[in-house]
Nanobody, 114 residues
Framework: QVQLVESGGGLVQAGGSLRLSCAASGSIFSTNTIGWYRQAPGKQRELVARIISGYSTNYADSVKGRFTISRDNAKKTVYLQMNSLKPEDTAVYYC????????WGQGTQVTVSS
């Protein structure tokens, strides 16, 4: 059974940093595209960043230059380093693994105060 568990969320002041982790278990990982998504209250879930099996990455325009996604296949973990955080980054952040089917984590709250 595949499980994704996010961690690292919390409350931070604007301009601060957080690093989110997405730890995977089960028969998944190195060949899967892993994405970080976020959903703010009253808004649709949106893609923040994703990393493809060959380490190619994509970012939403709103986070380019501030967020960095990376993966450690040996640890089955994907990270999202978030710097220069803004209040508009406040959301629940989810990781998802995409392949023959999609798997989602339970989410971790990120709150950025002004």
């Amino acid at each position: 059974q595949v499980q994704l568990v996010e961690s690292g969320g919390g409350l931070v002041q604007a301009g601060g940093s957080l690093r989110l982790s997405c730890a995977a278990s089960g028969s998944i990982f190195s060949t899967n595209t892993i994405g970080w998504y976020r959903q703010a209250p009253g808004k649709q879930r949106e893609l923040v960043a994703r990393i493809i099996s060959g380490y190619s990455t994509n970012y939403a325009d709103s986070v380019k230059g501030r967020f960095t996604i990376s993966r450690d296949n040996a640890k089955k973990t994907v990270y999202l380093q978030m710097n220069s955080l803004k209040p508009e980054d406040t959301a629940v952040y989810y990781c998802a693994a995409h392949g023959a089917r999609d798997y989602w984590g339970q989410g971790t709250q990120v709150t950025v105060s002004s």
